[in-house]
C-alpha cells in the first residue's frame, strides 16, 4: 500500500509563490507515475500535473502550464509542485496522487489513480 502526504499548503497573495511537496512510502518510488489534482468545494477533482516515473516526461493543465512545474526526487522519494505568478482561481485542495508505471502517458483521470494523499489547502488571496 502506497502513502502519500502532502505538505507545503498555505495562504499566499496574488502573484505570489508556493511549493507544496508530497511524500511517498510503502512502495518503490521509481514504480509509480505522480501527480497533482486540486479540487474545490462542490467541484469534481481535477488535473494540475504529472510526472513520469524516472521524471523525464511532464505533462500539465493548460490553466497552470507556465506557471506550475512538477517534479520529483527519487533519491528522497518525494515529488514538488511550484507553484509561481498564483492566481486566487489556484485555491483549492490540493491532492497527491499516484500510479503504477505501465508505460507513460498523459493520463488526467482521477479513477486512473489508485493511491492519493490527504490533501493540502492552498488560498490566494486578490
Not at 4 to 14: K, N
Not at 57 to 77: C, E, L, P
Not at 87 to 108: F, H, L, M
Amino acid at each position: 500500500q502506497v502513502q502519500l502526504v502532502e505538505s507545503g499548503g498555505g495562504l499566499v497573495q496574488a502573484g505570489g509563490s508556493l511549493r507544496l511537496s508530497c511524500a511517498a512510502s510503502g512502495r518503490t518510488f521509481s514504480t509509480l507515475i505522480m501527480a497533482w489534482f486540486r479540487q474545490t468545494p462542490g467541484k469534481e477533482r481535477i488535473f494540475v500535473a504529472s510526472v513520469s516515473a524516472s521524471g523525464s516526461s511532464t505533462t500539465y493543465a493548460g490553466s497552470v502550464k507556465g506557471r506550475f512545474t512538477i517534479s520529483r526526487d527519487n533519491a528522497k522519494n518525494t515529488v514538488y509542485l511550484q507553484m509561481n505568478n498564483l492566481k486566487p482561481e489556484d485555491t483549492a485542495v490540493y491532492y497527491c496522487a499516484a500510479r503504477d508505471n505501465t508505460g507513460w502517458s498523459i493520463e488526467q483521470r482521477p479513477t486512473a489513480y489508485a493511491h492519493w494523499g490527504q490533501g493540502t489547502q492552498v488560498t490566494v488571496s486578490s
